[in-house]
């Protein structure tokens, strides 16, 4: 599914790389430690999460994720919007818990 698709049905909100949104999206990860999101999200997936910080953004660089969610309508840091926008990442949050999310993504087909 294209991940402005799935913008669109889960009313995300887009924070940074809204010109990078016209990707496949192959999967979804869910997990607030980095470490396990380095470990276990694989390119192309969607990585649901609470954390909000800058290393977001490298982790989801370096493992060339479709985008981040960010749940719970945690704020993000000016900072990490430009970073992301800089590196290219989408960056988007929503009022959903991160539960919400996997179930509503996986009711789209992305499983």
Not at 32 to 59: F, K, P
Not at 64 to 81: D, K, M, N, S, W
């Amino acid at each position: 599914m294209i991940l402005k698709a799935i913008i669109e049905a889960l009313e995300l909100r887009v924070v940074a790389g809204a010109k990078h949104t016209d990707v496949e999206v192959t999967g979804g990860y869910t997990a607030d430690l980095l470490s396990c999101a380095m470990a276990g999200a694989a390119a192309g997936n969607l990585w649901i999460t609470l954390q909000s910080h800058l290393n977001v953004v490298a982790v989801a660089s370096l493992n060339e994720l479709a985008g981040v969610i960010v749940t719970e309508g945690r704020p993000i840091a000016a900072e990490t919007a430009d970073k992301a926008e800089e590196e290219g990442v989408v960056l988007l949050q929503t009022r959903l818990t991160s539960y919400e999310v996997a179930g509503r993504l996986w009711a789209l087909g992305v499983q």
